[in-house]
């Protein structure tokens, strides 16, 4: 691969300094471009599939740890809080070090943490690990693509990056099915394990195959600063939300982490401005279509992330439905995902990503409304038109969003743009869980004593009440044992009536998130450099 085209496929700005200084040539099955594609893929299936397959799982970790219900949230939390604050930070470990062994040291990090999850006895184990789940995978989503964009010429380099998206939607629908699969049939564990084998043949084939490469423009510090101030506010944030419910929303100790957030995020932004190598760029910031692209990530993710985490509870704890038949229930969704990805690549590709995106989020608002009105007997047909409606909204988003942003970005901050998509939708992931928990803990604690008492049932003390609404919150009937079958009946009847009243406002929320996304949707365009980077917009 000559130096040209490594320029080309970098999409970096300057012909001199951008091309790769000693670069070692491919040399039979090791920097294969298509054995490369192969190798990556399998690496980053891991790290995709995760962000779904535990979704499923949440209900068996809850009731076998005996978590709660915001230590639940941070099995999810944690796993997007750490691969979002480091997917730029490790952007750039990679290309100072070598994306090679920045790739394989994710895959072995990544696969220990997952086998580690898998023989943890606590709560507070599994959300340890998850959290250096997140952070291996950060290592290896950057370094992929970094390794696909210096191994394939730059007119196979879309058709590359296509193929790898591919592979990434499809782990990312498939998660809830394979997931409900192994929690029915093996155990919640084994949704971790399976990680171990896939790790190793990632190690394997990374190891025969992978051809080392690096820039001859490397960074040569890290904005290690920033890397926590912007850690910092993140975590006093979703903190902050998480705790609110109860500690109160006028606490005192909720606000101060709200401030402390604000205050980080404020000082992060000025350091920025001042270090030589920022951790993101603020001046990308100043074209309107890529910070509309960011933003629209930020928001797709937290209607989608977010609704998807209580409808898992939905079908398994009101509904009664075990893991696989939960599973099954979402593919409509997870169908349409795949099936509208491809049509909305050509449809943004045809009309550009205004109309396509807007259409998406508008498609999403809709759903998100429809899911609103879900009631604890809904048929299957009924949800299936609403979850088939959802993942053909979010299918235009994941499809164009990154192309919006890395085509908008100048050319030699394409790779930044590129790990700025992924954290910003891995943020929004964490925010939509935290944010619409938070609802469903208000909306349950505010509607929880009255319809209890409403149904003629027995007074609960303070201390009882708070129990009952820990599992209500995640659609469980609070029915001691020795309870008469009459009252653990009316029991269960108000426990899913306050559920779903629960769920009902959560998706609201989202709705209107989504309904704000079409207006910011408006605001993207194609870019100059969208050409150059066009394979980017399909991860």
Excluded at 51 to 70: E, H, R
Excluded at 210 to 238: K, T, Y
Excluded at 513 to 533: P, S
Aim: charged letters at 10%; glycine letters at 14%; one cysteine or more.
């Amino acid at each position: 691969m000559t130096s040209q085209t490594t320029l080309d496929a970098t999409g970096s700005g300057d012909k001199a300094s951008a091309a790769p200084s000693q670069q070692p040539s491919a040399s039979g099955l090791r920097g294969h471009p298509w054995f490369t594609l192969i190798t990556v893929a399998v690496g980053v299936m891991m790290v995709a599939l995760d962000g779904t397959i535990v979704a499923i799982a949440n209900p068996a970790i809850q009731k076998d740890l005996g978590a709660t219900f915001a230590q639940v949230q941070w099995i999810t939390n944690g796993y997007f809080l750490a691969l979002a604050v480091s997917l730029i930070t490790a952007g750039k470990l990679g290309d100072r070090f070598g994306h090679r062994q920045t790739f394989l040291i994710g895959v072995v990090g990544f696969a220990a943490a997952s086998g580690a999850i898998g023989l943890s006895d606590s709560i507070g184990l599994v959300v340890t690990f998850r959290v250096f789940q997140g952070l291996f995978g950060a290592l290896l989503m950057p370094a992929a693509l970094g390794l696909l964009r210096a191994t394939f010429p730059a007119e196979k380099l879309n058709m590359a990056i296509g193929i790898w998206g591919m592979v990434i939607g499809a782990s990312t629908a498939g998660g809830p099915i394979l997931g409900g699969v192994l929690v029915q049939h093996v155990s919640w564990q084994s949704v971790f394990f399976i990680n171990v084998p896939v790790g190793l043949v990632a190690l394997v084939l990374g190891v025969v195959m992978l051809l080392d490469h690096r820039a001859e423009n490397a960074p040569r510090s890290f904005d290690v600063l920033g890397i926590g101030l912007l850690s910092g506010a993140m975590f006093c944030l979703v903190w902050a939300l998480i705790k609110a419910p109860t500690w109160g929303w006028g606490d005192g100790k909720t606000w101060a982490f709200l401030a402390v957030s604000v205050l980080g995020f404020a000082l992060f932004s000025f350091w920025e401005t001042k270090v030589r190598e920022p951790l993101i760029p603020l001046g990308l910031f100043r074209s309107v279509p890529l910070s509309a692209g960011v933003v629209l990530m930020v928001l797709m993710a937290i209607a989608f992330m977010g609704g998807l985490f209580f409808v898992t509870f939905y079908l398994q704890n009101v509904h009664g439905m075990d893991p696989v038949d939960a599973g099954l229930h979402l593919l409509p969704l997870t169908g349409m995902m795949i099936v509208g990805s491809p049509l909305a690549g050509a449809a943004i590709t045809k009309l550009g990503p205004r109309i396509p995106l807007a259409g998406g989020m508008a498609a999403t608002a809709i759903a998100m409304y429809g899911m609103s009105t879900l009631k604890a007997d809904t048929g299957s047909g009924i949800m299936a038109v609403w979850f088939a409606l959802l993942g053909l909204g979010l299918a235009p988003v994941m499809v164009g969003a990154t192309e919006v942003i890395v085509g908008n970005a100048p050319m030699e901050l394409s790779g930044v743009a590129g790990g700025l998509q992924q954290a910003a939708m891995q943020i929004g992931g964490s925010l939509g869980t935290a944010v619409l928990g938070a609802v469903m803990a208000s909306k349950v604690d505010n509607d929880l004593p009255g319809n209890w008492t409403g149904a003629g049932l027995p007074k609960l003390t303070s201390a009882q009440l708070a129990q009952a609404s820990e599992a209500v919150q995640v659609g469980v009937a609070p029915i001691a044992k020795g309870t008469p079958e009459a009252v653990a009946a009316k029991i269960t009847g108000v426990a899913h009536d306050t559920f779903i009243s629960g769920m009902s406002l959560a998706s609201l929320v989202a709705a209107g998130v989504a309904a704000v996304a079409i207006l910011v949707a408006l605001f993207t365009k194609r870019g100059e450099n969208a050409d150059g980077g066009a394979g980017v917009g399909h991860l």
